[in-house]
Nanobody
Framework: QVQLVESGGGLVQAGGSLRLSCAAS????????TGWFRQAPGQEREFVAS???????SYADPVKGRFTISRDNAKNTVTLQMNSLKPEDTAVYYC???????????WGQGTQVTVSS
């Protein structure tokens, strides 16, 4: 079973930037959809962004124009560059992979992102 390990979370002021990385233990980055969901306290986990094996990226409306997802097949990693962060972006961000762009079956442990106002 694939293992996913996230890194790069932290505390940042509104308007700042963070970069999240997801490293996969198996060669899945170039085969399946890989991407990010997030979960804020008291809320359901929601889709953020994903990238297909062909490099097609999908984004949730709240992050379009601010977040960019990319992948490195050679390193088996996926990166989420988050710019112009807002307090409402505060959540635990989970890396996942699966057969659909907005549905994942394997998950990482999550990394906390906190944006202060």
């Amino acid at each position: 079973q694939v293992q996913l390990v996230e890194s790069g979370g932290g505390l940042v002021q509104a308007g700042g930037s963070l970069r999240l990385s997801c490293a996969a233990s198996l060669r899945i980055v170039g085969i399946y959809y890989t991407g990010w969901f997030r979960q804020a306290p008291g809320q359901e986990r929601e889709f953020v962004a994903s990238i297909s094996w062909s490099g097609t990226a999908s984004y949730a409306d709240p992050v379009k124009g601010r977040f960019t997802i990319s992948r490195d097949n050679a390193k088996n990693t996926v990166t989420l560059q988050m710019n112009s962060l807002k307090p409402e972006d505060t959540a635990v961000y989970y890396c996942g992979t699966g057969g659909r762009p907005d549905y994942f079956s394997s998950w990482g442990q999550g990394t906390q992102v906190t944006v202060s106002s």
